[in-house]
């Protein structure tokens, strides 16, 4: 058996073949060298094996990397470190609403809106140009799950329930679905269809979450590869929810009781990963 003819199993449960070009890419976009990825590539491919799963292949991808290049692997577990957001999907409103600041917009969490027929809480509103944005946030704690049509349908429904009664000088430009995993086809049609605006881990092509928070270096703090899962629970209950915020409060560290040795390895990780 080639290692081109291995077929592997995703985390929703459909099985694919595997590619060494998704993974190079996947590689390729944390800025590791040519030879880092290389090195990484033949290393999991002497390791494959039929029905190997996607999370086994990451998990060594991930290991090779943070072995060479601590700050890249904080890079490479970005998808995963969406995930560690949860329980609750109220840091995740945090995040999204961080990211569309760095994009121009002014922006407010679990704002209440009353519609024609009823009030509705609004993840995260946004504000550019004399125009407001509604953004509802659906996130998953878990992989392999999808929105399927009826979220922007729901809130398509609420949407036009707002903009029904809406009386703010701000014309009500568009309402937003975000979510940290993918859409359905169906989910994406309707979006299309109706000019409700989706934005999922992977969708619009170059304009997805991935890219925005690559762009902008919006890296949540769950990325990191040297703060505990304590450490990081701890900090965002403190609503330090993205790297730079952590780098601007330092301090917090010092309530974790962080040895000055262990503070100064994390702040150098999160400065490289910051570019700052």
């Not at 058996?1 to 190079?24: C, H, N, V, W």
């Not at 002497?46 to 292949?57: M, V, W």
């Not at 994009?103 to 609004?122: A, D, P, W």
Request: charged share 25%; aromatic share 10%.
């Amino acid at each position: 058996m080639t290692f081109q003819a291995i077929d592997i199993i995703k985390a929703s449960g459909e099985t694919a073949r595997f590619s060494e070009d998704k993974l190079r890419t996947s590689l390729k976009r944390t800025g590791a060298d040519a030879a880092t990825i290389n090195h990484i590539i033949e290393k999991v491919r002497a390791e494959l094996y039929q029905g190997i799963s996607t999370k086994e292949i990451y998990n060594r991808a991930f290991a090779l990397l943070k072995k060479q290049r601590g700050h890249l692997a904080s890079k490479y577990k970005l998808k995963k470190a969406i995930y560690e957001l949860g329980p609750t999907g109220f840091p995740f409103e945090r995040f999204i609403s961080a990211v569309l600041r760095a994009s121009g917009f002014q922006s407010e969490v679990n704002k209440i809106l009353q519609g024609k027929c009823v009030t509705h809480e609004i993840d995260v509103m946004a504000h550019k140009d004399h125009s407001t944005t509604i953004i509802e946030c659906k996130f998953h704690s878990e992989q392999g799950l999808k929105c399927n049509v009826k979220v922007p349908l729901y809130i398509h429904s609420r949407y036009l329930d707002i903009k029904n009664h809406w009386t703010s000088k701000n014309t009500l430009a568009q309402g937003w679905v975000v979510t940290n995993t993918k859409f359905t086809k169906d989910a994406l049609d309707y979006g299309q269809c109706s000019g409700l605006y989706l934005l999922s881990w992977n969708h619009p092509k170059d304009h997805s979450l991935k890219d925005r928070i690559d762009q902008w270096q919006l890296y949540p703090i769950t990325v990191s590869t040297l703060l505990t899962k304590r450490e990081k629970q701890f900090l965002l209950e403190r609503d330090i929810v993205l790297c730079r915020e952590l780098l601007k409060s330092p301090f917090y560290l010092d309530h974790l009781g962080v040895s000055n040795i262990r503070k100064e390895r994390i702040l150098s990780e999160i400065k490289q990963l910051c570019h700052q």
